[in-house]
């Protein structure tokens, strides 16, 4: 198993620009997180999903967009970039209501300038 | 809602020397504890729970925790550490039946020869 994925693992975006941070995992798991990580703030939830074709907000969704259209991705999209979105993005994902532990993907880390 | 406190951001230690990394919650309900660690340049990964039953537990590589209901503290301890044990370690916490875990600000460990 490869678990969580993620591309790209470094991205250099210049202000305005565009993208796609990808995440897969392959363990059938229906819970998935996208997190940002700045130094010192910990991790801050940007959306998650409960299963195909739900999603719903975290507590910093503002400037990032999401889908779930298959179990295993949960793509998050970033449409106007901002300096403010310089950040480690992690995805993670969860198999079950009862099963609380999170598998985390390696990162992506994000500068925009 | 909930709240997580790391007390330290940054704990330096020698080699060998006991440690102890503080975490304390708030929460108006039950919630389930966790301590993740993340090793530079990775992910998080999960470290140590508890879910029910006995307050304290323990990890595989030596590290254990104790929930303390009263004092509503997950402190994670270890009594002998190693340069390997250099990381960052994360709090989090997450109410029964919530898809959402409320992760602390992060502690550094830094784990001198």
Redesign the interface.
């Known amino acids: 198993n490869a678990g ?1 994925t993620q591309t790209p693992k470094f991205r250099i975006l210049k202000i305005g620009q565009s993208m796609t941070l990808q995440c897969t995992q392959d363990m059938n798991h229906n ?1 998935m ?1 996208w997190y940002r990580q700045d130094p ?4 801050k ?1 940007i959306y ?1 999903s ?1 299963g195909a074709g739900i999603t719903d907000k ?1 507590e910093v969704p503002n400037g990032y967009n999401v889908s779930r259209s298959t179990t295993e991705d949960f793509p998050l999209r970033l449409e106007l970039a901002a300096p403010s979105q310089t950040s480690v993005y ?1 995805c ?1 994902s969860r198999s079950a ?1 009862s099963v ?3 598998y ?4 992506t880390r994000l500068t925009v300038t | 809602a909930q709240s997580v406190t790391q007390l330290d951001s940054q704990v330096p230690v020698f080699e060998e020397a006991p440690v102890e990394l503080r975490c304390n919650y708030s929460s108006s309900v039950s919630v389930y504890l966790f301590w993740y660690v993340q090793y530079p340049n990775q992910g998080l990964q999960l470290l140590l729970k508890y879910l029910s039953g006995s307050t304290l537990v323990e990890s595989i590589n030596g590290f254990e925790a104790e929930f303390n209901k009263s004092q509503t503290s997950f402190h994670l301890r270890k009594p002998s550490v190693h340069i390997s044990d250099t990381a960052e370690y994360f709090c989090a916490v997450q109410p029964g039946g919530s898809y959402i875990p409320t992760f602390g600000r992060g502690t550094s460990l830094i784990v001198h020869p």
């Not at chain 1, 010192?40 to 991790?43: A, D, N, R, S, V």
């Not at chain 1, 985390?104 to 990162?107: A, Q």
């Open positions: 969580v819970y997180y010192g703030m910990g991790l939830l998650y409960v975290g992690f993670a209501p609380y532990e999170q985390f993907g390696p990162g």
